[in-house]
């Protein structure tokens, strides 16, 4: 049965593994390849430092039999059109590629709406690639709903991609 914890200062190289991991398996034909090879776990692990040190979110950890499987890093909205006192988002959340689609991404899922849910929020969102179908299966299976807000990042190395935003109301679950 696996387990959450908060995340501490030196689960960042982990987190960061999670995320290149996931990000080369789940993006592979959906972004440039050249920013799929740019990645490093060394960047990446100074960055989720900094996140882990700040006390304006949640950062989890999901283990299985004591090894770190997943994490997430949730917190205030950081959308113009959203109040940020009424929804919290969930910035990221990845599973190592070896456990996923296994139940664990729903597990940490689940983790980040307590969080947020116990922190006084009354809904989340999320952003995904607009052609993420998995993930956007996966956010819809756990009655997230796509709002219509799209932004376009150019961060993937190879022309503009979109990301929609999903939301869930939990304010009466």
Known sequence: ??????????????????????????????????????????????SWETIISDNNNTTIILEELGK?????????????DLNSQVTGEIWSIYVDPSYQRKGYGTSLFE?????LRKAGYNELSIWVLDTDLRARGFLESLGLTCDGAARFDDYYGDGIVTKVRYKGDFSHQ
Do not use: H, W
């Open 68 to 80: 770190p499987i997943g994490a997430l890093s949730c917190g205030p909205c950081r959308d113009d």
């Open 111 to 115: 983790e980040a709406r307590q969080a």
């Open 1 to 46: 049965m696996p387990k959450t914890r908060s995340a501490k200062y030196n689960d960042a190289i982990f987190i960061a593994q999670a995320e290149v991991d996931s990000q080369r398996n789940l993006y592979s034909g959906l972004v440039a390849q050249s920013f799929l090879d740019s990645l490093s776990v060394q960047d990446s692990a100074s």
